[in-house]
């Protein structure tokens, strides 16, 4: 699997739209959690749910793009998971920003996660000999 570029753009496409259906059945949870102020403020809370709903969405069409990409040229498919170990990365590090300087509670998980689409869109795209 590690040597097959294509399967993986399959399973990160799976992964992040397992995350956007995450955002949209938690998202009252994920927005109390983040930012627990909304727990208080119905105004707050419902701005809240309703960026989980939108991202979702932008996180769930990412990832049926990947995984419907998965049939696409070897060389094509590494170029895509060297530009989603970019995007992964930015994401990680607006997380960080978040988290360190925006005082916003990022679960422990969330990064897991990331940290792993980023060593695992980086280390397929960088294998020469694929399957």
Not at 77 to 85: I, K, S, T, W, Y
């Amino acid at each position: 699997m590690f040597n097959n570029s294509r399967y993986t753009l399959a399973l990160i496409g799976i992964i992040m739209m397992l995350e956007s259906i995450g955002f949209v059945f938690f998202a009252r949870e994920i927005t109390e959690i983040m930012f627990p102020f909304s727990k208080n403020n119905s105004e707050a809370l419902s701005l809240g749910i309703s960026l989980r709903y939108a991202m979702a969405s932008g996180v769930f069409f990412l990832g049926m793009l990947l995984f419907l990409c998965r049939n696409v040229p070897r060389s094509a498919a590494q170029r895509l998971l060297f530009c989603c170990g970019l995007g992964f990365s930015f994401v990680l590090l607006n997380l960080i920003y978040l988290n360190y300087f925006r005082d916003v509670d990022i679960s422990k998980i969330i990064y897991a996660v990331h940290i792993l689409l980023v060593l695992l869109s980086f280390y397929v795209s960088s294998r020469k000999f694929q399957e």
